[in-house]
């Protein structure tokens, strides 16, 4: 038995700025984005995902949208949501809309579910937060059902029950891949299990083996209830430049930036010089040259027995000519230098 391994990229649509120094539309953002998906295709990376929220700093809000945009410029590079925001939208539309992108990519499409780490959307669409748990509990069994592609009958607490419901676009053949975003609580990696849908670790920040009793869980629930090995994914943030510094020096400025607008919203004091290096050398932002990332995705893969590693690119407002230079790095240089740490593929475990 062989253990294969795919290596992605994700983004937020991060706000970004222009030549000039000042911000660009959201809009320019949005175009940005699917040349920087064009050319992860080209240069050999397997996934990318994008992400939704509903906030001045992020332009994508419907990455749906998005990926069916990217679906018609790309050839081979898987298509996902990083996440989608399941608990403040509609299963049934979410299922319509990722089959349909599924169908215009020729089956490449995938779902990762989340609860999101922002509540700007539960307003917007009129859901109350003392909800929280229910919403996302609730529409997950939902879409779970319907990821049968089948006829579904089924009855919740918060709308009416269904009966032999079939969905459309149905999936052409299989099922839609699905992926549950999971920031580290046990209920999570349970859940994952439960429902049959892979599990992939949202570790932004500290030493990435202190999830290590997170993936034993996962592994141990998966043996108590007779399921097939479910596979392992991880998101993590990360820049590719030429050199260790000059890949410190243009990150820098967007992590700031980035860090410090979210801690302000949430009480943490402004980040620091040293606490970002500290996370570049100890903790989980893959930033460097291409020789020094490759070492560390392979370290983090070996360590928690991980099949996809997906690197966040966009950070704050670094440019998109910077991160255009990152993801042509990454896929023409690291990626065949972590495969070949790894042995291509290695005996599973």
């Not at 040349?35 to 080209?42: N, T």
């Not at 820049?239 to 000059?246: H, L, N, Q, S």
């Not at 291409?290 to 991980?306: C, D, F, H, Y």
């Amino acid at each position: 038995m062989t253990k294969t391994y795919e290596f992605g990229i994700d983004t937020f649509g991060d706000v970004t700025v222009g030549p000039d120094g000042k911000l660009l539309h959201e809009a320019q953002v949005i175009r940005n984005v699917l040349e920087e998906a064009v050319l992860a295709d080209e240069v050999g990376v397997d996934f990318i995902g994008v992400g939704e929220h509903h906030r001045s700093d992020f332009a994508i809000s419907a990455p749906e949208v998005m990926l069916a945009g990217i679906a018609t410029r790309t050839r081979r590079i898987k298509l996902g949501s990083a996440v989608t925001v399941l608990s403040s939208d509609d299963p049934i539309r979410v299922f319509e809309r990722f089959s349909t992108v599924n169908a215009l990519s020729n089956g490449r499409a995938e779902v990762i579910l989340g609860r999101g780490s922002f509540t700007e959307s539960f307003p917007l669409f009129g859901y109350r937060l003392s909800d929280y748990e229910v919403l996302f509990n609730e529409k997950l069994d939902l879409f779970a059902a319907l990821l049968n592609n089948e006829s579904v009958s089924w009855e919740g607490q918060l709308r009416p029950p269904l009966k032999d419901v079939t969905v459309y676009p149905r999936i052409e053949s299989g099922k839609l891949s699905a992926w549950i975003g999971v920031g580290g609580s046990p209920e999570s990696v349970i859940r994952s299990v439960r429902y049959g849908i892979p599990m992939t670790l949202a570790i932004i920040g500290g030493d990435p083996r202190r999830f290590l009793p997170f993936v034993d869980l996962y592994k141990r629930a998966q043996e108590q209830v007779g399921s097939e090995p479910m596979p392992l994914g991880v998101h993590s943030p990360g820049y590719v430049a030429e050199t260790d510094e000059r890949a410190r020096e243009e990150l820098w400025p967007g992590y700031k930036a980035m860090h410090d607008r979210i801690g302000a919203e949430r009480g943490w004091p402004a980040t620091t010089k040293e606490s970002f290096i500290r996370e570049i050398e100890h903790g989980s932002t893959y930033a460097g040259s291409p020789e020094t990332v490759a070492k560390k995705i392979a370290a983090t893969v070996r360590a928690l027995g991980v099949n996809r590693f997906d690197l966040k690119y966009s950070s704050g407002t670094t440019s998109h000519e910077k991160m255009m230079k990152s993801i042509e790095l990454y896929g023409t240089k690291v990626i065949p230098m972590v495969k070949e740490i790894l042995g291509e593929k290695e005996a599973a475990a």
